[in-house]
DNA sequence: GTGGTTTTCGAAAACGTTTTCGTTTACGAG
DNA sequence: CTCGTAAACGAAAACGTTTTCGAAAACCAC
C-alpha cells in the first residue's frame, strides 16, 4: 500500500498533476467544478503531500531541532512541553536531541540537524560548553537560533533566560530578612552563566546588607550534575567546616533536597537550626518535609516564549526582513515554605 | 550564504555531479585520485548532503516519530531518554508529540506523523484511547508500530511492557507479608489497561491468600490524572469511609505521595496505622517522609527496548522480510522502603 | 465575424539526490 | 594494427512537489 501521490490523483480524473496541485491549495484559476473533484477524490484516497517532496521545493522543512543537556529533569521536561506546545500551534515538529552536557556531543548535534534542514534551532547549553564556534556558524547561516536558560552571553542570537542574580538576590535577602547571619552558599559547576550569576546575586545581598562575604561559604562542586549526591555531600562537608552558619542559598532545588535529607538525618533541624532556600521550585519542593522554600522558575512559559521567538525569526527570514535578536527575561517569583523561618518584622 | 550542493562540488572540479556524488559514497568505479580530490573539497566546504533530497529518492527519512501522553512525567521522560539515545546510536532522528491524553490529538497526531513519512512510529496510549483505527491504519500503510507501557492488546503490533498484573501482585503480597489484613486499593482511571491489570493483579494476591476483596475498598478516580491531589482526595474519603483498612496499594507513586502527605497532615502514622505501597519509583518517592515502597518500573530500559524493538522491524522492512511482532516484558521489582514494616517471619 | 478579455488548464523547469546504463578512453594480447 | 576488455566517468531518469508562463477555450462587445 504506498502513499498516494498528485499524479495519480491526476490520472484517475484524466487531467494534469500542476490543476491537481492547485485546486488543492486553491489557486484562483481553477475552477469550482475541478476543485471539488479533485478535493474530494483526495480525500477519500486519504492523500496526504510528501513531506520530502514538499520541503526539496519549498526549502521549509516545518521542523525545528531542540538540544537540552537533559531529559530526565522537571524544569527542562517543562520547557520541552512549552516548545512543542507552541510549536505544535504553528504547525511546526520538534526534533529533542539531548546533549547530555557534553560539548562535543552538542557540536555534534548541531551538525545533525542543520544536515536535517531543520527551520531553526533552540537550544540550551552544556555546562561544559565554552567554545561557541558550533553556534556562531548555525548564525553565519542565516538559521534562527534561540539560546534559553543556559546560554553564553557573547553569542549573538535570541535569548530566552530569567534573572538569576536577581533571583538570587531574592532568595539571599529572604534569608536575611528571616534573621539568617551567616549564610552558605552552594553554587555546584563553575562554568554556566546560571551558576555565576547565582553566585553574584547571593554575593550582592550579602554586601548590599553589611553582612561578611566569606569565600570559604561557598561550595562548588565540579561533579556538575546538580544531584542529589551532590547536597548530601555538601551538607555534610558544612557541618564539619562551620558549625555557625544558620542559613544556606542552593542552586538547585534537587541539591538543596539532598541537603534536607542530610540535615534530616543528622538531627539538624530545619529551619530552626538552619535555613534553606533552593531553585527551581521542582515539584518534589513542596512535598519534602520540610517543603523547601525556593525560586519558581518558570519552565514551561520559557518554553512557549523560546520557540515564540524563534518563529518570529523565522517569519522575518521568509520575508527578508532583518532578524531582530530579543532578550526575554521571564519573572521569577519566591514560593515561601517551611524550609524558612517567617519574615522578623521590625527587626530588619 | 546558502548550503552547498554536489552541483557546486562537480562545477568547482570540472566533473560531474554523478561523479561526485559516487566518489562521496566510494563506488568502485570511480579513481582513487578523483575519491579524493571530491572528498576534501566537500570537507572544505562542509558540504552536507540535503536530507529531504535524499529522503525523496531514497524514501527513508531516518526519523520515527514518539507519541506520548504527557512529558513532564519522571516515567515518561526516562522513556524518551531511552528512546533518543538508543535512536541516536542507529542515526534516527526522534519527532517528539504530546497527545495530553487525548484521543483526538492522537489521531491527529499520527496523521501528522505519517505525512512527514516517518519511518516509524512508538507510542504509549492516551487514556481516553478506546478505539484503535488510526493505529490499525498505520500497520496497514506497512509503516512499523511499537507500542509501550500503555498499550492496546488488540492492536496486532509489537509491544513493550512490564507486567502489571504480577507487579501488582507482588506489591499487594509484600503489604500481607508485612501483617496487613485489610487492603485497600486506588486505582486511578477506570480504563487503562495499566490500571485494570493493577487492579487485577491486586485482587488475585487477596483471593490467593484467603483474604476478602471488598469493592468498596478500591478508589476509583475519573478524573484520570494520576494526581497529587487525587492522592489527597482518595485518602481523605478513606479515612472518613472505614476505619479499619491497614495497607494500601496504589496504583502510582504521585497519588500515593499524595495521601502519604494527607496522612501526614491528619496524623495518621506510616507504616504503623497504614502502610502503603506504590508504582513507578520515582526518585520523589526515595525522599519523602516516610520513603515510599513501591515497585520499580524501568522507564530509560523501556524506551531503549521500544527503539530497539522499531528498529529491528524498520530493518525487516527494508529487506522485504515479514515484519514479525514481539511482546516483550520487562522486569520490575519491589522496592522496600519506610512505609511498610519489616516482614513478620513465621507468622505468615 | 473580428478583436480583445477572461477563464481554465498544462508543459516544463526546478529543488538535490541516487542509480542505471552507456560511452569513452586506455591498455594489453594477439 | 586490430580487437576485446577493463577502468573511469557522465547523461539521464526518477523521487513528488510547486510555480511560472504560455496556450487554448470561452465569452463578450462591437
Redesign the pocket.
Known amino acids: 500500500m ?6 495519480e490523483i ?1 490520472e484517475q480524473l ?12 486553491d ?9 471539488a473533484l479533485v478535493k474530494e477524490l483526495a480525500l477519500t484516497l486519504n ?4 513531506a ?3 520541503n ?4 521549509e522543512s516545518k521542523t525545528v531541532g531542540l538540544i537540552i543537556p537533559e531529559i530526565v529533569h522537571h524544569f527542562f521536561s517543562s520547557v520541552i512541553k512549552g516548545i512543542i506546545a507552541q510549536a505544535e500551534k504553528k504547525g511546526y515538529l520538534v526534533i529533542i536531541l539531548q546533549s547530555n552536557e557534553s560539548y562535543e556531543m552538542e557540536k555534534k548535534q548541531i551538525q545533525l540537524l542543520l544536515s536535517q534542514r531543520v527551520d531553526g534551532i533552540l537550544i540550551s547549553l552544556a555546562n561544559g560548553t565554552a567554545d561557541y564556534n558550533h553556534l556562531t556558524d548555525v548564525i553565519a547561516q542565516d538559521k534562527p537560533l534561540v539560546m534559553f536558560d543556559k546560554i553564553a552571553k557573547i553569542v549573538k542570537c535570541s535569548k530566552v533566560i530569567i534573572d538569576d542574580r536577581k533571583a538570587a538576590y531574592a532568595a539571599t535577602q529572604h534569608l536575611i530578612d528571616t534573621g539568617c547571619k551567616r549564610i552558605a552558599h552552594f553554587r555546584g559547576a563553575l562554568l554556566p552563566q546560571n551558576s555565576i550569576d547565582r553566585f553574584l546575586g547571593y554575593k550582592k545581598a550579602l554586601l548590599d546588607n553589611n553582612m561578611l562575604y566569606d569565600p570559604s561559604l561557598v561550595y562548588i562542586c565540579e561533579c556538575g550534575d546538580n544531584s542529589f549526591e551532590e547536597g548530601k555531600m555538601n551538607a555534610r562537608q558544612l557541618l564539619k567546616d562551620h558549625n555557625d552558619v544558620d542559613g544556606i542559598f542552593i542552586n538547585t532545588d534537587l541539591v538543596a533536597i539532598g541537603a534536607i535529607t542530610e540535615f534530616n538525618e543528622q538531627g539538624v533541624k530545619i529551619p530552626e537550626d538552619i535555613s534553606i532556600v533552593g531553585f527551581s521550585n521542582w515539584f518534589m519542593s513542596s512535598v519534602i518535609s520540610p517543603t523547601l522554600t525556593t525560586i519558581d522558575q518558570p519552565g514551561y512559559q520559557m518554553g512557549k516564549a523560546a520557540f515564540k521567538q524563534l518563529y518570529k525569526e523565522m517569519q522575518q527570514l521568509k520575508n527578508k526582513e532583518p532578524i531582530v535578536y530579543e532578550s526575554i527575561v521571564l519573572k521569577t517569583e519566591l514560593v515561601k515554605r517551611q524550609s524558612t523561618k517567617e519574615i522578623l518584622l521590625g527587626e530588619v
Chains 1, 2 share one sequence.
Open positions: 504506498k502513499p498516494v501521490t498528485l499524479k491526476a484524466n487531467i494534469s498533476v500542476t490543476t491537481v496541485s492547485k485546486a488543492l491549495k489557486y484562483p484559476d481553477i475552477s469550482k467544478k475541478t476543485k492523500y496526504r503531500p510528501n520530502f517532496a514538499v526539496l521545493r519549498t526549502k
